[in-house]
């Protein structure tokens, strides 16, 4: 209904003003009304704000060009754990992370953090258990679970006990860690 009455009244002011317009001139305005409507369409930058963005966008320009030159190692065109490496030395994602809050807009806490830092932090708390369950999926918990159908094993003890430490985390990453050298043919 609101956008039906938007029509009615945008309208005949284009078509007026297209009667007066070259092609080229009245793409000009729809072109400009379009940016001003993106996001970020109506922030007016202060002269620091815009040189910044200067620098910003001619290192993103020149990415883009790359891309275009050699698209084999484009990150936005790879699967993200090929380009993960990649992106940590684009100088776009550099200048980024200098920004508050490192850009970080929105996140959720199960995947905040890389997965060695909460093998390494959260599954060396004191008398956490882990145990799989009928899936054969690893549960992690301090208390009995009723899911548990295997024996339930302190995780404090086992890791004194083993012989190689960083190898038992290793195994334990894999089981909240998606990563493999070949994403493209394992997960499609
Ligand atoms: C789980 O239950 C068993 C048997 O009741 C008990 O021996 C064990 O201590 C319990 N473990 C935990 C982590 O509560
Ligand atoms: C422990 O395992 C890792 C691989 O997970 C290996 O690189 C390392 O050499 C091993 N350390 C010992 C002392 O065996
Ligand atoms: C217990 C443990 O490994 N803690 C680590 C948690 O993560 C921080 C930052 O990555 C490390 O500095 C701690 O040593």
Redesign the pocket.
Known sequence: MSSFYLLVLICPFIWSAAADLSYESLRDKIMETEKLSALGGNVWLSEKEEKANVILMHAKKKEIDEGLSKPDLYPPGMHFFQAKPLIRQSEVFRIIQKMPKGAFLHGHNTGIVSSK?VI??LT?QFNLYMCKDKNNLVLFTFKNMTQCVSEMKNICVERLNTQNRSQYDRQMEKHINMYTMHPESEYF
Do not use: V
Request: charged content about 25%; aromatic content about 24%.
């Open positions: 830092w390494r932090n060396a």
